[in-house]
């Protein structure tokens, strides 16, 4: 879970994660949405990969990446559990 904070925490890796939730995209599209370098952008995929937020496929010589609902999913469950509005913990009433 830390390495999911961890790569949220970065305002590109959000972004490219806005960018995914309309769909999957090739890396060489996400690269041309941003004025940085290559490799900088792939530290971003690498960290959100390793978070288990993104999956890479390859599409012929290109590299697709996915989206992976169940990562954020479980992140988003944790922040309304953490702020009493999840279903795991039950308030307590006072007596």
């Not at 590109?12 to 949405?33: E, F, K, Q, T």
């Not at 978070?51 to 990446?65: C, F, K, T």
């Amino acid at each position: 879970m830390n390495s999911l904070f961890k790569a949220l925490s970065h305002p590109v890796r959000r972004r490219i994660i806005a960018m995914l939730r309309a769909g999957p995209l090739a890396s060489g599209d996400i690269a041309a949405a941003f004025d940085m370098s290559w490799p900088t952008i792939t530290g971003h995929l690498n960290a959100l990969k390793e978070a288990g937020l993104v999956s890479p496929e390859r599409d012929g010589q290109s590299i697709r990446y996915r989206l992976e609902i169940s990562a954020v999913e479980e992140a988003l469950a944790f922040l309304m559990d953490l702020s009493g509005t999840g279903r795991t913990h039950e308030k307590e009433t006072p007596k």
